[in-house]
């Protein structure tokens, strides 16, 4: 299949661009109330013009069974064939030539970017496909898109394992269930006397304040300090490169919790530094919470841009409403954005937000704390999924006059890493 899928990518690269068919609606009111509203985008910004982070929505097919194949539906219908039914965003490249006005009628084209692979994932063995697509109003181009998926081969809970097995395994007891059930959900749970109210780490059958044995849990924040540290040099411990540096932390909540920090090296690491959570996927049954620097950069993601002036945060709660009603908005029926079953047969946990909606969400952001800004483009490249549940914690830097980098976190990490250009200012 390999070999074909090579060959077929290379003969719909040299095709170029394909002529597209007219957008079935012109740019309308309705459309932008119903993007907008799912969205949170609240005020009367888009009363003559449309949101430029809606462009994909004016062609998106929905659930026409009429509409004619792309570029790319060759290739991707291949590898479905071929078992990598599974299918995720990874990155997205928006360019806005200028803002779109109601009435105006759009048609867009397509081109083929290539397809790399195979490439072993944390979701499965895959193939990166990637397409290009321009919008014009008459003769005039109004936008153009990088969109690049990822295809691959859902991997199965039990057996077939995309990563080996973990060597060390944590000790579930009844004390500790919840806490590693907590620890799936993408959740840090801590221990509560039901009746006095006290928490307590490591959990035990028994209050040590009050000596009651009713208990229940809370969520943690994921924010703590460092209060202390080793770094491990020998023995040898299965499943860890040496040297690493295992952590004692300060929660917000009051309590303490041992834990790997990781995204900083040994000769960085100091006494009271802010850390916060994320959970690290071990194998295809194992995940750990672990701590890293407050803001740090996951290891896989580029290095930040240093930035001048910090904007005030955004928290969207990821309902399950949210998520299926933007996925709709965006007129995107793909079913892990609305199916849950079908969502965790692919390898989810749970339904997730789709790119658009992510692309729409930094738009939201940006020009909610810059209002007179107009942009330029967006880039967004997606990190951990954004699941039904969670909540979407956005942070924003300007780097310059023309370009704010946005970072969108869930319990899990990053789910995505953007950069918005804005127009220069006359």
Known sequence: MHDQLMALAEELTAAGE???????????????????????????????????????????????????PSIADRALTLLNESGFTGVVATNCEQTYDRYLRH?????????????T????????????????????????????????????????????????????????????RFFWDGVREGELRIQRCAECGRLRHPPGPMCPSCHATKRDHVAASGRGTLH??????????????PPFVVALVDLEEGVRMVGNLLDCPPDQVRVGMPVELFFQEMDNELTL???????????????????AD??????????????????????????????????????????????????????????????????EGISVRLGVPAYAGDTLTMTGRVVDERTVEVRGAVSLGDHAVATVRLEERA
């Open 18 to 68: 394909s002529p597209g068919s007219p957008c079935a609606d012109p740019v309308n009111a309705a459309m932008i109330r119903n993007w907008t509203q799912a969205l949170g985008d609240h005020g009367d910004r888009w009363a003559e013009t449309a949101p430029p982070a809606m462009i994909q929505v004016w062609s998106m097919p929905g659930l026409d069974p009429g509409k004619p």
């Open 103 to 115: 009435g105006e009628r759009l048609r867009s084209t397509m081109r083929f970017g290539g397809v």
């Open 117 to 176: 692979g195979p490439k072993r994932t944390g979701l499965g063995e895959g193939y990166f496909v990637t397409w290009y697509q321009a919008w014009y109003s008459g003769d005039e181009r109004v936008a153009e898109m990088m969109f690049r998926v990822l295809k691959f081969r859902p991997r199965t809970r039990s057996g077939g394992a995309a990563k080996g097995r973990h060597p060390l395994r944590p000790a579930v007891g009844l004390d500790s």
């Open 228 to 241: 202390s540290y080793v770094v491990h040099h020998h023995p040898p411990v299965p499943g860890h490169e």
């Open 289 to 307: 919470p672990q701590w890293r620097p407050a803001g740090a950069p996951r290891a896989t993601p580029e290095p930040a841009v240093e930035a």
């Open 310 to 375: 910090g904007l005030p945060g955004l928290s969207v709660e990821l309902t399950p409403t949210f998520v299926i009603a933007t996925a709709l908005a965006t007129r995107d029926f793909t079913p892990v954005h609305h199916d849950t079953a079908l969502a965790r047969a692919q390898g989810s946990k749970d339904i997730f937000l789709n790119i658009l909606t992510t692309i729409g969400l930094v738009q939201r952001y940006v020009l909610e704390r810059l209002p007179d800004a107009a942009l």
